[in-house]
């Protein structure tokens, strides 16, 4: 009997993910002496994919905390399949199989990039040494770059000539790569020439920074966690150090380093990281109360789109200030009034009325710095600058917020800022279900969902390690970074790169986009992607907001299972979308945790199951690789069979 052919492209976390939850699957799912074939496709070692690869430099740290890191199911996680239990980051690195690097690392340490990659390749091997009989893995280290319909089968090529047929194929190839939208393509054009120089969005650690020169001003635009990156290769980078401990740095120059001049939408980076826990990750996810499952499917009999501004965002809202205030009343009853149930019936009153809720919730606080206002939160400097606010002024504004939130997030009397980090993340699962089974229009998906909430996500909850922010305020301090403020916009004006904030205004020869570009399927150049984009086999097609504003195109589209929609809105039953390139993949936002019944493993059990369910026809003759690849280019693994590699997010 002919095997069942499994193609996966990408050899990342998310794969690494899919392949141990393939062979947690096959001992229940894979009939006696059937067997299964998994084609793993990276040009990268699997495990770490491009991202996560060990090549980068060792100053890059991860944004969680090694305790928070796992790429193995537990006993939390409700799926269908077996749970594996594996160590998290910290566990693997407490071991005897943990690098020296690793050993170094505590439950809470933010470990460096270059020990996850090395944490994800042992997890690889130890996935590659435990699967069944049924199952072999083999892995291609070459470019997938193009895939087509054969018939009953699927046809994928490889950069280097070969051919893989496939009965079933998944698409994981992590962050695409995307070439500059109207913006970016118009500012390297005016860079080219005024023989200027233009670093556009991407991964800092992918990205040439050698024309950024020493002493000169840099523009640089974005205060997110690329931006964190962008400071510390053009600081520590390049030889300069910092002497301290905890948020008392100081940083001492290599005199290698330009002077970076940054601002962004808001004006501030991301919050740091919470230096604290107020739930056991034995609790799990923090339940939602108000924006539920239930409460969703009854508008509309569950089918009709609905209004994210008008429906759904007051609900998060709620959502977020109840998980806020719970919290508050739970733990520091001394800074408030009356009784936490009475505040809540007053919040949903209030989010019934379509009223604010910061006016409700005042009069039952002592301390205004308990308020959860949404609008504040969102943009801390707007009450404070202004178009003609000097630059002094902003500075201090910056520093002041910045040096506040290092305090604040480290601070557990204010742990109500950790209920709503908890919440946030069962929000964000909401939402990407709403993504998938259609419930929101085009534009309030790319507008809404991937735009405005992701980013809002991430300021709050994806930001940095502490100790980078302690460094930040340190490089300003040295003359390093200055802070222009909020509302940046970029431009070149006579032959010169210019950053306006409000009324201020400077000048460069250089500028950098720190920041990730904004997902935009139509901009998309894996030429396997771009190929199936064109020939309408994955949807992409421009949005146009209400107001006329283009949109792009937003990420790619899947259905509730995963399987890719094609441009007409037909699905593809026998192909599979996952990772952070696909609107509402659950678990596309970061690492798992443990404990905490993470979206992303459950969606990748799912799959495993389709993977090795699905009705499929079978040749009669064995499959083969035709065009055979460059020596090494597969491995499988099992003591008779090929090399076995995978890797999970």
Known sequence: MSPRRIVVVGGGPRALSLVERLAANATDLVAP???????????????????WRAAQSPLLWMNSEAQDVTVFTDASVTCEGPVVDGPSLAQWAAGDEASEDAARLGPRSFAPRVVQAQYLEWAWRRTAKTLPRSLTVHVHTDRAVALEDDGPTQTVTLAGGATLAADVVVLAQGYLQQAPGPDELQLLDRAEQHDLTYVPAGHTADLDLDELRPGEPVLVRG????????????????????????????????GSEPVLHVGSRRGVPYHAKLGYEVRSPADGPAPLRHLTRERLAGMG?????????RQVWPLVVLELAVAHYRRLFHAHPERTRGTFETLERALVEAHRAGDGLPPVARPHLTDPEDLFDIDRIDR??????HPHTLASEVERLVVEHVT???????????????????????VYAVLAELVVTGRLSEEDRVRHVEGHFHGLFSFLASGPPPRRLAELLALHRAGVVHFLGPDLELSVENGR???????????????????LPRPDSSLVTD????????????????????????????????????????????????RFLLGPAVSGSAGAGGFSRPGFNAPGFRQNDAVAR?????????????????TAPPASATTSHHPERDKDHRHAS
């Open 527 to 574: 030429p396997l992607v771009a190929d199936l984009l064109r020939a309408g086999e994955l949807r992409s097609r421009p949005v146009t907001a209400a107001d006329g504003t283009s949109l792009g195109a937003g990420q790619l589209l899947a259905d509730a299972r995963a399987r890719a929609v094609r441009a007409d809105g037909s699905v593809h039953h026998r």
């Open 223 to 254: 205060m997110g966690l690329a931006f964190v990156d962008l400071f510390v290769l053009l600081g520590e980078g390049r030889g300069g150090r910092f002497r301290g401990t905890g948020n008392e740095l100081t940083y001492h120059p290599s």
């Open 610 to 626: 389709d993977l090795l369910t699905v009705p499929i026809s079978r040749p009669a003759a064995a499959p083969r690789l035709h």
């Open 301 to 309: 009999g569950g089918a009709t789109v609905l209004d994210y501004r």
């Open 33 to 51: 002496g059937e067997r299964v074939q998994v084609h793993v496709v990276d040009t990268h070692p699997p495990g770490g994919g491009r991202i």
């Open 380 to 385: 801390p400097l707007r009450a404070d600058v």
């Open 497 to 515: 790169f210019v950053a306006r904030s409000g009324g201020r205004v400077v000048q460069a020869r250089a500028a950098v986009d720190a920041r």
């Open 404 to 426: 506040g939130d290092l305090t604040r997030r480290a601070d557990p009397l204010r742990s109500s800022d950790r209920a709503v980090f908890d919440t946030l993340l069962g």
